[in-house]
């Protein structure tokens, strides 16, 4: 279970928020919630997850924008 204090939840939804709405974001708030959401010597095995991830969520926000 990840546990996060309100401020970090809150950079955590502000910056989904914007990678969802393709808006811009700080690196260091990317940078931040690395570290927050990834539990020690944890590797990514795929780069191609964050990838299709990310295309998953535009084509979720695209969909409710047309609903």
């Known amino acids: 279970m990840i546990v996060l204090t309100d ?3 809150m950079t955590v939804h502000r910056l989904l928020t914007c990678i969802l709405l393709n ?4 690196l260091t708030d990317v940078e931040d919630a690395l570290i927050w959401l990834s539990p020690e010597n944890r590797q990514i095995l ?6 299709w991830s990310k295309n998953l969520a535009q084509e979720i926000v695209r969909e409710l924008r047309q609903g």
């Open 7 to 9: 401020q970090q939840a």
């Open 23 to 26: 808006e811009t974001y700080s």
């Open 46 to 51: 795929c780069p191609f997850d964050s990838l």
